[in-house]
């Protein structure tokens, strides 16, 4: 199926490997992506408007190029792996329940985002702000508090300690 400058509106795209595919200048409005192999795809100027994402594997995509104006994901079970979500504005956005790995977040605000049950791994938080965000019952995140806003953020016991990691103090 050809992808590239096509319109979904009310779409669900289920148990399909779309990997390495062109979505550039593509418009989903209201789609549901379950199940889905999302890999390497290219999406440069794509608009993502109230889009769910669920049981799905993205890996290797720089949603930076994307279409800002209209991003509204949820993120759902996902594998978010080598991604960039740098300079994004993504308040409210929700990636519960996922694995993140090696992804970048730098410059993006995140405000109110919830990231609840996420595992994340070597994942880049710089020059973010993360007021009200929740990571409760989160683990394997590092951010380092002098380099994002973290006002009224929700941290859950014992990986909220994390947070103390960059003053190389030493808790007994």
Not at 50 to 57: A, D, E, G, I, R
Not at 124 to 135: G, H
Request: one cysteine or more.
């Amino acid at each position: 199926m050809e992808y590239e400058d096509q319109e979904f509106e009310q779409q669900t795209f289920e148990k399909l490997n779309l990997s390495g595919e062109n979505f550039s200048h593509t418009k989903f409005i209201d789609c549901n992506f379950e199940n889905c192999n999302l890999s390497n795809i290219e999406i440069y100027n794509t608009k993502f408007q109230n889009v769910k994402f669920n049981n799905c594997k993205i890996m290797g995509i720089n949603f930076s190029k994307i279409s800002q104006l209209t991003f509204s994901p949820e993120f759902n079970n996902c594998i978010i792996s080598t991604c960039s979500f740098s300079s994004l504005k993504l308040s409210k956005t929700p990636f519960t329940n996922c694995q993140i790995v090696q992804t970048d977040f730098t410059d993006s605000n995140l405000i109110s985002c919830n990231f609840e049950n996420s595992k994340f791994k070597e994942t880049q938080f710089f020059n973010c702000n993360l007021n009200f965000a929740n990571f409760k019952n989160a683990s394997g995140y590092t951010i380092d508090p002098k380099n994002n806003r973290l006002r009224k953020a929700k941290f859950s016991f014992p990986e909220v300690i994390s947070l103390l990691d960059i003053f190389e103090i030493e808790i007994e």
